[in-house]
T-cell receptor, first 113, second 114 residues
Framework: AQSVTQLGSHVSVSEGALVLLRCNYS??????LFWYVQYPNQGLQLLLK??????LVKGINGFEAEFKKSETSFHLTKPSAHMSDAAEYFC???????????FGTGTKLQVIP | EPEVTQTPSHQVTQMGQEVILRCVPI?????FYWYRQILGQKVEFLVS????????KSEIFDDQFSVERPDGSNFTLKIRSTKLEDSAMYFC????????????FGEGSRLTVL
């Protein structure tokens, strides 16, 4: 069975500061890993994904994440937070391309002007 | 850009009533899913569907729930007799092939059971 753990249900950063949202996964086989963003009253939008290959993946809106097998982590970063980044972020894992995607509990990002 | 569409966006129903939530997945996608998100909580897997049958379902997906792909475009979730605890946002998602990995989500259908 696969699972993800997101550390911190709420994270606050100042505008222009580094964003770091933490995600650790558990999987018995090489995982597919995802970050999704959810704006208020909207659906889930894919930010980025890791399936195979390069461990540093870049996504939309300047976000990136690095797959670290030794640490079972897939933390999301952005060098400089923007007010529009305020949203809820979900880390997710799938153990195969056709298997269900399992979501973490989410991290709400607040950006302080 | 192709997208997953869901209707209705919001439905209010009385406890015990049947509800059907509708989804039109992206046209060339083969794998379909329903998830739900109770207000303020995590996104939970309900069911996956491939080749006209359920491929996996969660413990939440009990006998009150059913899914159907009645034609080549729609994918529906039926709740036979709604309970208060079914109040949630229901998301439909689709996936093209196993190798692409990611799910594409609709905007959700908010179900309120009174």
């Amino acid at each position: 069975a696969q699972s993800v753990t997101q550390l911190g249900s709420h994270v606050s950063v100042s505008e222009g500061a580094l964003v770091l949202l933490r995600c650790n996964y558990s999987s018995s086989v090489p995982p597919y890993l995802f970050w999704y963003v959810q704006y208020p009253n909207q659906g889930l939008q894919l930010l980025l994904k890791y399936t195979t290959g390069a461990t540093l993946v870049k996504g939309i809106n300047g976000f990136e994440a690095e797959f670290k097998k030794s640490e079972t982590s897939f933390h999301l970063t952005k060098p400089s937070a923007h007010m529009s980044d305020a949203a809820e972020y979900f880390c997710a894992v799938s153990i195969g391309g056709y298997q269900k995607v399992t979501f973490g509990t989410g991290t709400k990002l607040q950006v302080i002007p | 850009e192709p997208e997953v569409t869901q209707t209705p966006s919001h439905q209010v129903t009385q406890m015990g009533q049947e509800v059907i939530l509708r989804c039109v997945p992206i046209s060339n996608h083969l794998y379909f899913y329903w998830y739900r998100q109770i207000l303020g909580q995590k996104v939970e897997f309900l069911v996956s569907f491939y080749n006209n049958e359920i491929s996996e379902k969660s413990e939440i997906f009990d006998d009150q729930f059913s899914v159907e792909r009645p034609d080549g475009s729609n994918f529906t979730l039926k709740i036979r007799s709604t309970k208060l605890e079914d109040s949630a946002m229901y998301f439909c998602a689709s996936r093209a092939t196993p190798n692409t990995g990611e799910l594409f989500f609709g905007e959700g259908s908010r179900l309120t059971v009174l």
